[in-house]
């Protein structure tokens, strides 16, 4: 018998098969030069320097080298003992603070890692059941923000002379003094809204101390909105979790704000299918959005409509919702351009699950559409069941409007950034130009922050402020559970705290700690709890206080909901809409290069923002010449987003709304509205600091510079998120944008598996008998292998693959008392399972993962060259079906998520390659990667089929973004503050050296060092299920991420792997990987128009030649 | 030979072989010269550039004359009064200043060579000792492990209850951990005796009998591969 040999099918011309880009979609030239290639054009040669230039830095360095040799010892390195040793300090072991991640809609309960008091890692509070471990990206991130290096390390005075916190304290105390004789009259405070209790208690006192003060609060995106048109402090509180049917409106619950955390959990808890029982009950999600966003991705049913036609929808909604309850229709409906089927089949799949379904409307919608809302979660009986209404203590407070209108002679600017996230008819700069006197407290002096740029222009008093890792305060978190802020390490720099600032101009004394702890007396009190002292420690020890959840309250009824007609639309008429950034949030992340080097999980591009365009309104627009590609099936198609020498080239777009216009790149968005406009808030900032700001690096001939542009114009005080009538032209310019959607390219390979609640019941080893997989042994104990259990194929397949000798289990381990002996200890097996159907793409672990491991930001010029070095690579795929395969771009695509880092071969390629022997196998089924052994041939990355090897092209860690070239003699060293966040038990990784996903092995080897000092004489030394989480699986909101012992068949991810949704990447390869990934299931609605009775990934993968769709005959595929 | 070359090269030419009888020799002489040579080379770089020359024997000098011997052989004093926290982390922490001080603020209080440690404790400023004992910075050694699983610290620190001034003692190369983490019943004690750094088995054959026991009992397995040091 013949050897059969697996090749990668290969995808032919005309067939479909999943895309990551335009490019990809119809496979162009340059995309298919750019796939052939390993790495991309230019990451792999140093191209700043020519020869003669590369010889004269050789030079220098030998001769340095020479000079160096006089030094062949070591160098002398000393031990600096604490002097008395802080109590609760263990040098080498981490302990955790709780503590929270202030937000304007609520604060996320929270555990900072801190080594000898160096917070260096966030993780979520268990404590808080309803977040759990889970924590999101920007609450990962913030830890970067204290150690941001361009934060401020002194205030400054009206004078420009630096001011020590003693003396801005008694000039604060002063102020409040003098104003106090005039009651504060032209006294006006502007902040962001908070959650704090302690603040809102100051607040109150500074109003009884200035009966005259104004209070106002802005912030550029109203997460209450939304809120407030059901009722003044109410809130309506999803619960996700016990709804079968959910209709979001416009509503990004999955993928930003406060709540995201708290909707994923509960989101995936009710997608949850383990069994084909459960995913029959699973819940079913409609969306109708006009942009494209996570939870847009994650639809079963996803309608793209503008966001001003979405009152209208919500009216018909109510009205189908209405009829079908038997009840009167709500009388004239306006106009709308949907299929009303979609309507009607989507009001009865409602009205059939009632007492469990739900409908959420996204808080920038008007209050019509919040009514009607309202009305029909009122009629779908979905409160007290899917959503709770609860009373807040929200205290109201005046607007930007309302202090444009005071002209207050003394204002203080409380956190934020108003100069450059305020509309410009809010008139801001009138409040300024009148004030006399301004004080500004905020983390960035005025080189990096446009406020306080604005207020040192006119003279006003800068407060250095502490960062919330640094200070005391307090919060409430989504339910209005209690919760501190309480610092961990003393302030980097001499600042104070907002807390404190606002104490002194009350009057009262600046002990932030003495006025938490009096805000915690009276809440505790006000539930009836314990308030002494040692309740303080544990609600700090602890960092929820419970039983101090909101109330429940009744909404209101709503009278007669009404919805305004949707504004026509067209190309001379565009609807705007400005959303957060996934990078830079409202702006105020704008220098965490973390975020800002993470790709958007939609459009996957980093550093910058781009206008986000349909395909309908690109092909719109006229270009000449005309951008041009043929299609797969030999059509001409029209494209303005193009790769050129590699790199993704866009067209810049002048948007004008209203008279004001904004410039930026467009990017074709498949799934957007048709003639809706999306710009991403959070860049262009003037004053902003390093990462944020336009970098261009030295030497480097690229031209392209610049981080995105300010959306903010287009914002207006009454419609601070966008509006319709726009028009949108091109300005002949095109520009460069770093996107890694092309990045790393699995070219097409059918690694996507979906299917049905309906087809896992059938066939429930859909996905493992799917492809060529139906033809192999199964990788780890199903399909022919199901005999073998788990526990014991993984410790008896061949494993290994290096060209040296490599630990192998079949050899009792290298310890003679243990040679030959049976009862030897067998070494646990790790394995990781992604649950693929509960995954929302939300990036949480890849800042996770970025922040435990160390791992470099490269900066944007490096990206563009394709060096970007994540470990976790977050691939959104889209799929159109075969039925719009001849169609120019797809309007409305199925996005699918694949998180891919290194997946732990048994017989890793990698290994068989490397002359070095720094990549290979260990006794635990870890696949090791020795970053001092590895000499960067980059074979391995070569030889990696899932493409998940990074390289240090150059000393990411050692030099500073945009000095990287500078050659022997230039600055070394990592900003000085930066160097606290890294993570003391994991190696900081130097130029020439390979990395990749090590599984977290610093965790495992603690737990299993923790298990030996346990064990003792009882022999007992198995680290127990859960003792170890990985970064990326503690992270994930959704819980989609098991890591364990695959050999214990008990643990959490053996149970996940046995699920029969269980399916690895590309294992025709026989590399068998150790990471394998449960199906996704889509949940359509068969009765919907435009429903496909089998996701769209399924259909492409029937067509594809040599991949055959589920084997009718479910047993051993054929 | 350089003459006999020169002169091999200024004669007129000669019929026949022009090599003259001596030349059958020279490629043998030159490759057994370069071979010496490079073995030489070889052996001097494998003594010379390890931590066996480099390290060993390290005594540098400390702020403050601390004399291990006294302190632990003659007091008698065990390891963990100042390196409390050797059982429960990794780093087997140098004493705080205040350690030095529950002792020093009665006894010797006005000794002049203590002045840093009260200079230190008055200002809470540390004191600058010199390290010791180093293992480069991608490797990952837990004390604690060791310690709570009867490695003593004789075992990498050799003996200092009778170091006046501590040094350097055992290469702690990769290959001096393991030589230790293959045969570990060769360096296990029972876990009573580890601070002990005079305690010996009896005999070797004790030795090996009680080890072999330990490993078994206690399922002792110490990682080989890279990533049980390398993170």
């Not at chain 1, 200035?210 to 999803?238: C, M, N, Y």
Request: glycine letters at 8%.
């Amino acid at each position: 018998m013949s050897k059969r040999v697996f090749v990668h099918p290969e995808p032919k011309a005309g067939e479909p098969a999943p895309w990551r880009s335009l490019e990809e979609r119809n496979k162009s030239p340059e995309f298919r030069s750019r796939a052939e290639r390993e790495f991309l054009d230019g990451a792999a040669t140093f191209d700043p320097v020519d020869r003669r230039a590369f010889l004269s830095l050789m030079g220098a360095s030998f001769a340095l080298a020479g000079l160096g040799l006089a030094g062949c010892r070591e160098p002398r390195q000393h031990t600096l003992p604490y002097a008395r040793t802080p109590e609760m300090t263990l040098p080498g072991v981490p302990t955790f603070f709780a503590t929270s991640f202030p937000g304007e809609l609520a604060n996320q309960p929270i555990l900072v890692e801190t080594h000898s008091r160096r917070p260096t890692k966030v993780e979520g509070n268990p404590s808080h059941p309803a977040s759990g471990t889970a924590s999101s990206k920007l609450a990962q991130a913030s830890i970067l923000d204290l150690y941001d290096p361009d934060r401020a390390t002194v205030s400054v005075g009206p004078d420009g002379a630096a001011l020590t916190s003693a003396q801005v304290r008694d000039r604060l105390a002063a102020l409040g003094r003098e104003l106090e004789a005039a009651g504060g009259a032209g006294l006006a405070f502007l902040a962001r809204p908070s959650t704090s209790p302690t603040r809102a208690r100051l607040v109150a006192a500074i109003k009884a101390r200035f009966p005259k003060a104004l209070w106002a609060e802005h912030t550029p995106v109203d997460q209450s909105a939304g809120d407030r048109a059901v009722g003044p402090g109410i809130r309506a509180l999803p619960n996700f979790a016990a709804a079968k049917r959910v209709v979001s409106l416009d509503a990004d619950f999955l993928g930003s704000g406060d709540a995201q955390v708290e909707a994923t959990r509960a989101y995936a808890a009710a997608r949850r299918a383990d069994t084909a029982e459960q995913a029959k009950g699973m819940v079913r999600l409609y969306v109708a959005e006009s942009l494209h966003t996570l939870t847009g991705a994650a639809a079963d049913h996803r309608l793209p409509l503008a966001t001003s036609a979405i009152p209208a929808l919500a009216l018909h909604l109510l009205d189908q919702v209405r009829r079908q309850l038997g009840q009167a229709s709500v009388g004239e409906l306006p106009k709308l351009d949907v299929d009303p089927a979609w309507v009607r089949e989507c009001a009865a799949d409602l009205v059939a699950n009632r007492g469990a379904s739900l409908v959420v409307a996204g808080a920038h919608l008007p209050a019509a559409a919040h009514g009607c809302v309202q009305a029909i979660n009122d009629l779908l009986e979905a409160v007290g069941r899917t959503l709770e209404y609860v009373r807040t203590d929200a205290a109201p407070a005046a607007s930007l409007r309302d202090l444009a209108l005071a002209r207050p002679s003394a204002l203080v600017i409380l956190g934020g950034n108003p100069a450059y996230d305020a509309p410009a008819d809010a008139g801001l700069a009138d409040v300024l130009a009148a004030a006399k006197t301004i004080v500004r407290v905020g983390l960035h002096g005025a080189e990096h922050d446009d406020t306080t740029a604005a207020v040192r222009a006119r003279g006003g008093l800068f407060v250095a402020s502490t960062h919330y890792l640094e200070s005391w305060s307090d919060g409430r978190a989504l339910d209005g559970t209690y919760v501190p802020v309480q610092p961990m390490i003393a302030p980097l720099y001499d600042g104070v705290a907002e807390t404190e600032v606002l104490a002194l101009l009350a009057g009262q004394s600046a002990d932030a700690l003495g006025l938490v702890r009096a805000t915690f007396e009276s809440v505790a009190r006000a539930v009836g709890r314990d308030a002494s002292a040692a309740a303080f420690e544990a609600w700090l020890a602890e960092g929820v206080l419970p039983g101090t959840a909101f109330p429940r309250a009744l909404a209101g009824t709503v009278s007669t909901p009404v919805a305004p007609a949707a504004p026509a639309l067209s190309r001379a008429s565009l609807e705007v809409r400005l959303v957060p950034s996934a990078h830079a949030g409202d702006g105020l992340f704008g220098n965490n290069a973390w975020l800002l080097e993470q790709p958007d999980p939609m459009s996957k591009t980093c550093w910058e923002n781009v206008v986000l365009v349909s395909p309908a309104l690109a092909k719109e627009l006229e270009i000449e010449p005309e951008p041009m590609v043929i299609n797969r099936i030999g059509q001409l198609n029209r494209n303005i987003n193009q790769l050129v020498d590699g790199k993704l080239t866009c067209r810049v777009v002048r948007v004008t709304l209203g008279g004001r216009t904004v410039e930026g790149p467009a990017f074709i968005l498949p799934g957007l509205a048709k003639w809706t406009v999306g710009l991403q808030l959070g860049f262009g900032r003037k004053a902003v600091g390093r990462a944020g700001a336009r970098v261009t690096e030295r030497l480097s001939e690229n031209r392209i510079v610049g981080v995105g542009f300010d959306a903010y114009p287009l914002a207006t005080s009454a419609a601070p998120l966008g509006a319709a009538g726009a028009t949108l032209e091109l300005t002949g310019e095109t520009v460069v944008v770093a996107n890694t959607q092309d990045h790393w390219s699995m070219e097409g390979r059918d690694l996507i598996r979906e299917g049905t609640p309906g087809e896992f019941a059938k066939n429930p080893t859909f996905a493992a008998r799917l492809g060529l997989d139906g033809h192999l042994p199964s990788p780890l104990g199903t399909g022919k292998d199901a005999a073998t259990p788990l526990a014991v194929a993984a410790v008896t397949t061949p494993r290994g693959n290096s060209a040296y000798e490599h630990p192998d289990h079949a050899v009792p381990p290298n310890v003679a008392v243990w040679q030959g002996r049976a009862d030897a200890p067998v070494p646990q097996q790790w394995g990781m399972s992604i649950d693929l159907n509960t995954c929302t793409g939300c990036n949480a672990c890849v800042t996770a993962c970025q922040a435990e491991n160390n791992i470099p930001v490269v900066g944007r010029s490096q990206v563009l060259k394709g060096r970007d070095m994540r470990w976790i690579r977050l691939d959104r795929y889209f799929f159109d079906g075969r039925e719009q395969a001849g169609m120019d771009i797809p309007e409305n695509p199925q996005v699918t998520f694949l998180g891919v880092a290194c997946q732990h071969c048994e017989n890793a390629p990698c290994e068989s390659v490397c002359p070095a022997n720094a990549t290979v196998h260990d006794e635990e089924g870890l696949n090791t990667m020795a970053y001092n052994r590895c000499i960067g041939t980059r074979y391995c990355a070569n030889n990696c089929p899932y493409k998940v090897r990074r390289f240090n092209y150059l000393d990411y860690n050692d030099r500073q973004i945009g000095r990287f070239y500078e050659g022997p003699l230039g600055p070394k060293g990592m900003a000085e503050p930066l160097k606290m966040q890294k993570n003391p038990d994991v190696s900081v990784r130097m130029r020439g050296v390979m990395e990749k996903c090590t599984y977290c092995v610093q965790r495992i080897q603690e737990a299993k060092i923790q298990a030996k000092v346990r064990a003792g004489a009882s022999g007992d030394t198995k680290v127990r299920d859960g003792a170890v989480q990985v970064a990326c699986q503690q992270a994930c909101p959704a819980g989609a991420i098991e890591f364990g012992d695959i050999t214990d068949a008990g643990s959490r991810v053996a149970k996940a792997k046995a699920s029969p949704r269980t399916y690895g990447l590309l294992t025709y390869l026989n590399v068998r990987p150790r990471t394998t990934y449960q199906a996704k299931l889509r949940n359509p609605n068969p009765r919907m128009p435009g429903a496909s009775a089998a996701p769209l990934s399924r259909l492409e993968l029937a067509g594809r030649e040599g991949v055959h769709p589920a084997p009718a005959h479910g047993g051993k595929g054929h | 030979m350089l003459r006999r070359l020169l002169d091999f090269l200024n004669q007129p030419a000669r019929r026949g072989n022009p090599f003259p009888r001596w030349s059958n020799a020279a490629p043998a002489k030159i490759l057994a010269f370069l071979a010496l040579s490079g073995a030489l080379l070889v052996a001097a770089i494998n003594h010379y550039a390890t931590n066996e020359y480099l390290n060993v024997g390290y005594t540098p000098d400390q702020p403050v004359a601390f004399d291990h011997g006294f302190h632990s052989g003659v007091l008698g004093l065990d390891c963990r009064y100042c390196h409390t926290n050797v059982e429960k982390s990794p780093h087997s922490n140098v004493p705080s200043t205040a350690t030095c001080m529950n002792c020093h603020s009665v006894v010797k209080k006005d000794s002049p060579a203590l002045q840093p440690i009260r200079d230190s404790f008055a200002t809470g400023e540390p004191v600058r000792w010199v390290k010791v004992h180093k293992v480069p910075d991608y490797v990952y050694f837990p004390h604690s492990v060791h310690v709570s699983r009867g490695i003593s610290c004789v075992e990498c620190h050799g003996r200092v209850d009778q170091m006046e001034v501590v040094g350097q003692r055992k290469s702690l190369s990769m290959s001096f951990c393991l030589d230790c983490h293959r045969n570990p019943e060769k360096a296990l004690r029972p876990v009573d005796k580890v601070t002990d750094l005079a305690w010996k088995a009896p005999s070797p054959e004790a030795q090996r009998e009680m080890g072999s026991k330990f490993v078994h009992d206690w399922k002792v397995l110490p990682p080989q591969s890279c990533s049980g040091c390398h993170r």
